[in-house]
């Protein structure tokens, strides 16, 4: 039922069971000694990794829609509060999950073909887009360096380079950047 608040939840669970039988099929593609055999695995595991999209892609709208109708501005009732703050940090979780979908397609192609490339600035995009939005959480932050691994996987070192730098010149302020910086 798409309109059960657990909705949401179900389609983000869903894509990560399929993103991890999708990232089994591609280890069993490289241990395949069959050239047939490796390409019908390559094959499934780009499937599987292009359904667990359809099920992120699902989540992130519902939840975004979910969290653009909720009240924003109830300071004095706590319980809406926290409603209003795992809402947000189930939609970054979604959106985080939607651009890791990208970029692990990206890897099961050859680095040099354009789906490679295609699939990399994908990811890089929907990372630097979780960034703007969440720059000052975490998840922000984890978004951006996350974005340049996928630059640094394009050949963009000096971008990649310039991506954190940005998140070695962030204050000191979260503990967890802290060590995200290490």
Do not use: W
Request: charged share 25%; hydrophobic share 40%.
């Amino acid at each position: 039922n798409p309109t059960h608040p657990d909705a949401p939840l179900v389609e983000m669970q869903l894509g990560v069971v399929l993103t991890t039988q999708a990232k089994g099929y591609a280890a069993d593609a490289h241990a395949a000694a069959d050239e047939t055999a490796r390409a019908a695995l390559i094959a499934q595991a780009r499937e599987t990794f292009l359904s667990a999209e359809g099920y992120f892609s699902t989540a992130v709208d519902q939840l975004n829609t979910r969290y653009l109708g909720f009240p924003k501005l109830n300071y004095t009732d706590e319980a809406v509060q926290r409603r209003g703050q795992r809402l947000r940090g189930e939609l970054i979780q979604a959106r985080m999950y939607h651009a890791g979908v990208r970029e692990e397609l990206a890897g099961i192609y050859p680095l040099e073909s354009s789906e490679a490339q295609e699939n990399y600035k994908a990811a890089a995009d929907r990372y630097e887009q979780i960034y703007k939005d969440y720059r000052t959480l975490i998840a922000g932050l984890m978004a951006r360096l996350k974005q340049g691994q996928c630059y640094k996987a394009l050949g963009d070192t000096r971008r990649a380079l310039g991506l954190y730098n940005d998140l070695l010149t962030q204050p000191d302020e979260l503990a967890a950047l802290r060590r995200l910086r290490v």
